[in-house]
């Protein structure tokens, strides 16, 4: 009988699922074999950042869509914080890119 | 280890596998095509950092296949060629490499660490896959029933 995985297993697998969906998957392929190069969710007790910087991509996207109200997001121009409803930060965002991109389609 | 530590041996693994993934990307197009699954996986697992899926395209030994070309290309086994030409420096020495240069950069996603993670994920998955966040708070409560086991 095969065991019963543990959450954070579980948790793994969905992050992965993921990931191959909304990542980009490297494939390399070999002379008879195909591998897919997958991250390892997480390192240590910290969240892969390639997983984590996924997560708020997604999750800007849809907050700027549905602008659902869920928790605050504090931004200038150096950094983005996103925040629980309680209003502890959760996730500190320091790629320029990404809030640049926030900033102009809240404009 | 101290969190200070943690998160430097973190963002050096992170790196570690960036580039590890790049430079095998590289090397299997220029000059590995020929590899067998075996020798990439031995590679991989040598580095230790990143997962595989492998998926066998003709579903027979690749490794026995290639062995046999290999040694006729070289006298020397495939194993050691592939070795020889791609593991330069000592698996320390590139760790060190890597830690340095993440104490230097600044990371640009910065999450909570330990059950605190779990939160966090809960709360970005929300909106994009609710099974996510269903299995980020299982993880978490899961992980303090075990801190309070071993506490």
């Known amino acids: 009988m095969p065991e019963e995985k543990s959450a954070l297993e579980r948790l793994e697998e969905k992050l992965k699922d993921f990931w191959r969906k909304s990542g980009n998957p490297h494939v390399i392929a070999a002379k008879h074999t195909e591998f897919v190069v997958e991250p390892i969710i997480f390192m240590g007790d910290k969240l892969n950042p390639e997983i984590l910087e996924l997560l708020v991509l997604n999750y800007l996207t849809q907050t700027s869509k549905q602008d659902s109200g869920t928790g605050n997001i504090d931004v200038t121009p150096d950094k983005l914080v996103i925040k629980s409803p309680k209003g502890k930060p959760l996730v500190v965002v320091r790629d320029k890119k990404v809030i640049q991109q926030y900033l102009a389609q809240r404009v | ?151």
């Open chain 2, 1 to 151: 280890m101290s969190s200070g530590v943690t998160s430097q041996t973190n963002a050096a693994l992170t790196s570690k596998v960036r580039s590890t993934a790049t430079e095998i990307g590289h090397q299997v197009v220029n000059q590995f095509i020929s590899l067998t699954s075996g020798q990439i996986a031995a590679y991989m697992s040598k580095i230790g950092q990143i997962q595989i899926a492998e998926h066998n395209r003709y579903n027979r030994s690749p490794l026995k296949t290639t062995f046999q070309a290999g040694n006729q290309k070289s006298a020397q086994s495939p194993q050691q060629n592939y070795e020889s030409r791609i593991v330069s420096k000592s698996e320390k020495e590139e760790i060190a490499e890597l830690a340095k240069k993440a104490e230097q950069s600044q990371l640009k996603y910065e999450i909570p660490s330990g059950t605190s993670a779990f939160r966090a994920i809960a709360f970005l998955s929300k909106l994009i896959d609710s099974s996510i966040a269903k299995e980020a708070k299982n993880a978490f409560y899961e992980q303090r029933v075990l801190e309070g086991a071993t506490a």
